[in-house]
């Protein structure tokens, strides 16, 4: 079974408007990780956001947030006001306390940001 | 602090060729990773380095050998490229616990012909 789940290849979103991009894990181990990354057209992976298994409030950094939820399994990233800049590929990952350093990444969304 | 450094950045072998990759972090952690990128396949983890002295298979470890040199370097081998190795190929480190992200290097872009 896939460990990280990206299901939009490809989004769209008007600029200054808010996206969300979804993403789904498979784990059992209790602790655990969630990660999102932003892959730009130049190729670096830049880190934006983590949760943790135990955080009881959802992950906030600048203008991105997670929506954790944690029963539903799913790490979504919510952009709000996008910007021009933020057209790239969106990478979640999952790293597992018990595996302890093994990242496991989904396939990624790419989101385009429209004038 | 140069964070996580990646040599060659571009490279173009022949079948059969052999080359190494070299990846350094002056971060101090403990662990490092190499993966992959292929278009449509995200990252995909072919070896990785828990601590200096130690290495384990990831997902797609074939055709591929690794060397944890010391605990700032961490280098990947192909003995004899072939054209399914042709990737965009990432050096991450990380600490070894479960709430530290991983630091990318800039990526080696490698064409197999």
């Known amino acids: 079974a896939q460990k990280i789940t990206q299901t939009q290849p490809g989004m769209f979103v008007q600029e200054k408007e808010a996206v969300t991009l979804d993403c789904t894990y498979d784990t059992s181990d209790p602790s655990y990780g969630l990660f999102w990354y932003k892959q730009p057209s130049s190729g670096e992976m830049i880190f934006l956001i983590y949760q943790g298994s135990y955080d009881q409030q959802n992950a906030t950094e600048g203008r991105y947030s997670l929506n954790f939820q944690k029963a539903r399994k799913s790490a979504n990233l919510v952009i709000s006001a996008s910007q021009l800049g933020d057209s790239a590929m969106y990478f979640c990952a999952m790293r597992e306390a018990n595996t302890g350093n093994q990242f496991y990444f989904g396939t990624g969304t790419s989101l385009t940001v429209i004038p | 602090n140069a964070g996580v450094t990646q040599t060659p950045k571009f490279q173009v072998l022949k079948t059969g060729q052999s080359m190494t990759l070299q990846c350094a972090q002056d971060?101090?952690?403990?662990?490092m990773y190499w993966y992959r990128q292929d278009p449509g396949m995200g990252l995909r983890l072919i070896y990785y380095s828990a601590s200096e002295g130690t290495t384990d298979k990831g997902e797609v470890p074939n055709g591929y050998n690794v060397s944890r040199l010391n605990k700032r370097e961490f280098s990947l081998r192909l003995e004899s490229a072939a054209p399914s190795q042709t990737s965009v190929y990432f050096c991450?480190?990380?600490?070894?616990?479960?709430?530290?992200?991983?630091?990318f290097g800039p990526g080696t872009r490698l064409t197999v012909l």
């Open positions: 971060m101090n952690h403990n662990s």
């Open positions: 991450a480190s990380s600490e070894g616990v479960a709430y530290n992200e991983q630091f």
